[in-house]
């Protein structure tokens, strides 16, 4: 439905452009025709590049945070499972793309100088997928402390039934909408990412970074949080599409008034990261920070998994670990032997922790977030993309028959009088209202204006864009 809406309305802009042509074609020579034979291919090469795009919409959600962060469990708990590599010191290296997929499936790039095993593996579980990752990324970084010059940074593709997308999570996207985790290199591995291609299209994704809350070295953080910003920035991400998530939140639970403690060092951590981001002219909102202790909510899902073997390691390590997350009023009543905790014991543990972790709340901040930014974040960035593209090209185009002076005077008027009729024509079809589940609209907010004119000899290219209210 919403593609063949859009179908329509390119169709009309086609029709448009073809009348506008050939008025324009009676004010030039036959000589000269085929210079708008160029012009077609810029203009259709672009229209058709926006309707692939939009036939293929995703939502990409990018991760990023200060070493030690507990990065690399936000995106295990973002995917329901354990599949990246979490270690004590710096792991993360190269990039990690999560693609949505009833499969799972890990494809790991041949890059140049690439000393570990590469090529497509299917249908494997979260532990080969994870030792697979492990494998890569002591490779990669093993060489790079040897001082290797040659070898390029790993680049892999997992596909995995993202947890965001199960039956069971309240997002629900829009039919042909997908989803895809970018897990970005550590902050010391920071000079990969400024090469990486894929990255160009991800300015306009969801960018989660994490922070520690158990780092104490404030001297340590400030340079940390730098690093946050200084790779934001080489992206491009946008301010309003940052969320910062306060990670190991836990540290307070012992306190008296826990909550107490816990926003009040979230004023203070985010007045500092304020100073960080006004340097560089970016804001952030109070709405865009988030708790979490990342790790047990985490095992609470994991306990409630299908597999028994699974169940029984999550619940081990939790009580392990984080048994003083579990209320009293739980905790009182199980058996001290783990193996005598009963399925209906397990569930209400899991379900106590992912509370009093914040997972609850975290998930749900994150789904609305994502609801009621969805057009913003998904269609925009397309619209966007075919507005630059084109306008590059036309601007390239323009600058080269000026300075050949292919038309004449004569015709500038005309060609000008036209063009402004065919901008009101234009604006009328792509200015579409659209409502889609949860999508208000795709081009609600977006007017585009295309104006040809000629100043003397000279061809000028404009865009102008206006926004409704």
Known sequence: ?????????????????????????????????A?????????????????????????????????SSGKSTLVNLLCGAEIIPVAVQEMSAGLVTIEYNQNTAIHIDRTPGALWECGDWYNIS??????????????????????????????????????????????????????????????SHQEDIENLSLLKTCNRALFLVTYNSAETDRQKVNMLLQGVVEQLK???????NMWFIFNRINVF???????????????QTKSEIDKL??????????????????????????????DENKRTEAASRLDRNFNFLIPDDIANNLPINLAKWSPAECDRVAAAIWDVSYGKEFD????????????????????????QGLCLEIGKWADKISKENIIEAASIDYVKTQSDRLLSRIDRAV????????????????????LIWFDNSTLIFSRRRKFDK
């Open 277 to 306: 981001l006004t340097n560089h002219h970016l804001q952030i909102e109070p709405n865009q920070v988030a708790k979490i202790s990342t790790m047990p909510a985490l095992l609470s899902l994991l306990m409630s998994s299908k």
């Open 431 to 450: 200015k579409i209202s659209i409502k889609f589940r949860r999508i208000p609209t795709i081009f609600k907010r977006l007017g585009i204006y295309w």
């Open 35 to 67: 210079i708008l034979t160029e012009l077609d291919d810029i203009f259709f090469n672009a229209i058709n590049k926006l309707l692939v795009d939009l036939q293929s919409p995703t939502l990409t959600i990018v991760t990023t945070g200060t070493t």
């Open 126 to 187: 979260d532990r080969e997928i994870s030792d697979r990752l492990t494998g890569v990324m002591n490779g990669y970084l093993e060489a790079k402390y040897n001082g290797s010059i040659d070898i390029s940074y790993p680049q892999i593709r997992i596909e995995y039934p993202i947890r965001l997308l199960s039956p069971d999570s309240r997002l629900q996207l829009p039919e042909g909408i997908k989803l895809r985790i970018v897990d970005l290199p550590g902050l």
């Open 253 to 267: 639970h012992s306190d008296k008034d826990r909550v107490a403690s816990e926003e009040k060092f979230i004023d």
């Open 1 to 33: 439905m919403l593609l063949k809406y859009i179908d329509r309305e390119v169709k009309k802009i086609k029709r448009e452009w073809q009348t506008h042509r050939r008025k324009i074609a009676k004010q030039i020579s036959p000589s000269q025709r």
């Open 234 to 240: 080489i992206i491009g991400g946008l301010s309003k």
């Open 364 to 387: 749900r901040l994150l789904i609305d977030n994502i609801q009621t930014n969805l057009t913003d974040l998904i269609f925009l960035p397309i619209i966007r993309d075919f507005e």
